[in-house]
Nanobody, 124 residues
Framework: QVQLVESGGDLVQPGGSLTLSCAAS????????MGWYRQVPGKQRELVAT???????HYSDFVKGRFTISRDDAKYRMYLQMNSLRPDDTAVYYC??????????????????WGRGTQVTVSS
């Protein structure tokens, strides 16, 4: 009922910048907390940053001071501005969102959704 599509992943040199975007679409009552995770092959998916529906932001220590999360609720979009990128930032980045949708009986329920990811590669 909610589709999340990430974009903006690319190959960038160390020290460079990228901005990831996540677009939400579908049938939903409201979009709640959103976040970015990342995953490297063979490792668990890890939290990068989250942003609540009242704009409270949380960052994992390894991105503090380098990444900035933001959202545009009018466009149902979330962003991740990534600066001072390092090779160990290389990963697939996933967007996640909590949303209120309607079940088969028309009743509101809260569910979590994930995008399919976008590849970020930091290499010279």
């Amino acid at each position: 009922q909610v589709q999340l599509v990430e974009s903006g992943g690319d190959l960038v040199q160390p020290g460079g910048s990228l901005t990831l975007s996540c677009a939400a679409s579908g049938r939903f009552r409201s979009i709640g907390d959103m976040g970015w995770y990342r995953q490297v092959p063979g490792k668990q998916r890890e939290l990068v940053a989250t942003i609540s529906d009242n704009d409270i932001k949380h960052y994992s220590d390894f991105v503090k001071g380098r990444f900035t999360i933001s959202r545009d609720d009018a466009k149902y979009r979330m962003y991740l501005q990534m600066n001072s990128l390092r090779p160990d930032d290389t990963a697939v980045y996933y967007c996640t969102s909590r949303a209120k949708v309607f079940d088969n009986f028309g009743l509101p329920v809260t569910e979590d959704y994930w995008g399919r990811g976008t590849q970020v590669t930091v290499s010279s």
